[in-house]
T-cell receptor, first 111, second 114 residues
Framework: KQEVTQIPAALSVPEGENLVLNCSFTDSAIYNLQWFRQDPGKGLTSLLL?????REQTSGRLNASLDKSSGRSTLYIAASQPGDSATYLC??????????FGTGTRLLVSP | GAGVSQSPSNKVTEKGKDVELRCDPI?????LYWYRQSLGQGLEFLIYFQGNSAPDKSGLPSDRFSAERTGGSVSTLTIQRTQQEDSAVYLC????????????FGPGTRLTVT
C-alpha cells in the first residue's frame, strides 16, 4: 500500500528566506507527483505536476524535483513571502488515476 | 474559464438523514474524482469516474456511500443514514482522461453531522 509522508509537519520562517519542503513515498511505481497548496477553508490549488519520467518542474519561485527510485520529492520556494503561508500537500498518482496524499506541511511566513 | 464547482458549500444535517453533494467539473474533463478530508484521516480517495462509469470505487467507506455521474458531466455523492464520523470536507476534482493528468479541485463541501 502506497504511503506518503511529508516533513516537516509545520514550518515557520521570516519573509525572504528560501525553504525546502520534503515528500517521501514508499512505492516507486507512480505515474506522477503533484504539489498542491491549501488555504484555510478552501480547496486545493495545483502548483506543479511532475511526470514519472521527469526530474523537475519550475513555476516562478517554485521548483519541484522528483527522485522516483529513492521515493522522494522536494518543493523549493525561493524568496518566501507572507502570501505563501498555507498548507502544502504532495500527492502521487497510482493506478486508475488515484491520488494518494501526504500528511501536509503547514507553512507560516512572517513579515 | 470556470473551474470545478461544488454545492452546497456547507451542509449541516442530523444523524440518520440522507445528504446529496453535487460536483460540476471543468467543461471537457471526462475524469472526475471524489475525495474526503477529515481531521483524523487526512485526504483520502473515494471514487473515480471515467465518463459515466466508475472503474474504481475502492475508497467508498461503506455501502451507505454511493455516487453517480450523468451525461459525462455533473456528479452526485449520496450518503445515506449519515453518521457523525461522516463529518468532513468532501472535495471533487476533474481532469482530462488518461494517466499523468493534472487534477483540478473544487472548493469542497463541508459536511457536519450532528
Amino acid at each position: 500500500k502506497q504511503e506518503v509522508t511529508q516533513i516537516p509537519a509545520a514550518l515557520s520562517v521570516p519573509e525572504g528566506e528560501n525553504l525546502v519542503l520534503n515528500c517521501s513515498f514508499t512505492d516507486s511505481a507512480i505515474y506522477n507527483l503533484q504539489w498542491f497548496r491549501q488555504d484555510p477553508g478552501k480547496g486545493l490549488t495545483s502548483l506543479l505536476l511532475i511526470q514519472s519520467s521527469q526530474r523537475e518542474q519550475t513555476s516562478g519561485r517554485l521548483n519541484a524535483s522528483l527522485d522516483k527510485s529513492s521515493g522522494r520529492s522536494t518543493l523549493y520556494i525561493a524568496a518566501s513571502q507572507p502570501g505563501d503561508s498555507a498548507t502544502y500537500l504532495c500527492a502521487v498518482e497510482t493506478g486508475f488515476q488515484k491520488l494518494v496524499f501526504g500528511t501536509g506541511t503547514r507553512l507560516l511566513v512572517s513579515p | 474559464g470556470a473551474g470545478v464547482s461544488q454545492s452546497p458549500s456547507n451542509k449541516v444535517t442530523e444523524k440518520g438523514k440522507d445528504v446529496e453533494l453535487r460536483c460540476d467539473p471543468i467543461s471537457g474533463h471526462t475524469a472526475l474524482y471524489w475525495y474526503r478530508q477529515s481531521l483524523g484521516q487526512g485526504l483520502e480517495f473515494l471514487i473515480y469516474f471515467q465518463g459515466n462509469s466508475a472503474p474504481d470505487k475502492s475508497g467508498l467507506p461503506s455501502d451507505r456511500f454511493s455516487a453517480e455521474r450523468t451525461g459525462g458531466s455533473v456528479s452526485t455523492l449520496t450518503i445515506q443514514r449519515t453518521q457523525q464520523e461522516d463529518s468532513a470536507v468532501y472535495l471533487c476534482a476533474s481532469s482530462l482522461s488518461g494517466t499523468g493528468r493534472e487534477q483540478y479541485f473544487g472548493p469542497g463541501t463541508r459536511l457536519t453531522v450532528t
